[in-house]
């Protein structure tokens, strides 16, 4: 045992980061080995873990260089001296006081955290896995700072439900408001567009009928299309196919302006949902009941410009993209999110961007 932090990982103080990284995974590599050896006791395996604690310990200090200067200053300076270390782990609550939840906020609550049959720990603080069939998840590439790791799957995708379904409350509520104040007679022409593709569709129908029965039955379902054009406002229903896509395309073209004002509305109280509690606390509303939140790469607290970046990207494709794209916006925005269920580090495509990870709160 040593209170060394180089010594504890095998390196020279002048060491750079990338060579202390390494030795820092050699040295967990090592640990977690001699762990699986046969004969191992509970109180070696107990001296293990806590090695590995000051392993981790050592990188979370040695990693950063502004504790590892601060760590260089302790190390030079004279006996008595103090210089004071960061550090972010919390003992958490004592057992027995835990706040106690009723009604719906018990319902919302995450589960509590499951302990082997033992009460063992691991190294990352959790209990021992027990054996499953389920196949591993690769090890992440991301070297996490002190006993901080990644979010649970399940737990990230509770919250993300939790937020996509207030971003939705925002979009219907929006989407009825806004374009009647936008322009007056918006709902007057998405009636009329739908009643003309109708009668394209119609037209489309007679032009291809090939018996005089089948003729006849077109027509007459064209007739009825024109009929419903006429009451949605337009006086002449075009006369061919070929009319009607024109004018469908002309009628689309006259309130693409209010459908892209609607979506740029949608995305900025999407974004003040989403951006200014995570830039403050690290956590979106529905991250809080989850207990998880967001942070950088390095594990430092997430920065206004990466929270933005973060949300900005996908809800900028599931929304303003959706005219151009119609259904298949949405679609790829819920892609870029998800794309965390797969990743080894548990990031999304918009958290790869931003430089950003999930983890437990």
């Known amino acids: 045992m040593t209170d060394n932090y180089y010594d504890e990982l095998g390196v020279e103080p002048a060491a750079s980061r990338d060579e202390i990284r390494e030795a820092h995974r050699q040295r967990i590599a090592d640990l977690e080995a001699a762990r699986g050896k046969k004969g191992v006791t509970e109180s070696q395996l107990q001296a293990n873990r806590d090695e590995v604690a000051r392993v981790r310990a050592a990188w979370n200090v040695l990693s950063d260089p502004f504790q590892r200067q601060r760590y260089d200053a302790k190390l030079d300076a004279p006996v008595g001296d103090d ?71 399940r737990q990230r995708g509770m919250a993300m439900l939790f937020d996509i379904a207030v971003l939705m409350v925002i979009y219907t509520g929006i989407s009825f408001l806004l374009p009647a104040v936008v322009q007056s007679d918006y709902s007057d022409i998405v009636k009329q567009i739908d009643k003309v593709s109708t009668l394209h569709d119609k037209q489309v129908d007679l032009n291809d009928a090939k018996t005089a029965k089948e003729k006849a039955s077109a027509q007459k379902d064209v007739n009825k299309a024109e009929k419903d054009v006429r009451d949605a406002g337009i006086k002449n229903p075009p006369a061919t196919a070929k009319a009607s896509d024109t004018k469908e395309t002309e009628l689309r073209d006259s309130i693409v302006g209010t459908q892209y004002a609607i979506s740029l509305t949608i995305l900025v109280l999407g974004l003040l949902y989403l951006v200014p509690s995570t830039a403050r606390t690290g956590r979106t509303f529905g991250m809080r009941n989850r207990r998880i939140k967001v942070v950088r790469v390095n594990g430092s607290p997430v920065t206004w410009w990466a929270a933005f970046l973060r949300f900005f990207i996908p809800l900028t494709i599931a929304f303003v993209l959706l005219i151009p794209l119609s259904t298949l916006a949405p679609l790829l925005g819920l892609a870029i999110v998800g794309w965390s269920f797969f990743d080894r580090n548990r990031q999304g495509i918009h958290d790869k961007l931003a430089r950003t990870l999930v983890v437990d709160a």
Not at 83 to 96: I, M, T
């Open 83 to 153: 210089v004071e270390l960061v550090d972010d782990d919390d003992a958490g609550p004592q057992p027995g006081t835990e706040r106690q939840l009723t009604g719906w906020r018990k319902l919302l609550a995450p589960p509590p955290p499951k302990q082997s049959a033992g009460g063992a720990k691991n190294g990352n603080g959790k209990g021992a896995a027990q054996p499953s069939n389920r196949r591993n998840r690769p090890e992440p590439t991301v070297v996490l700072p002190g006993e901080m790791h990644l979010a649970e799957p």
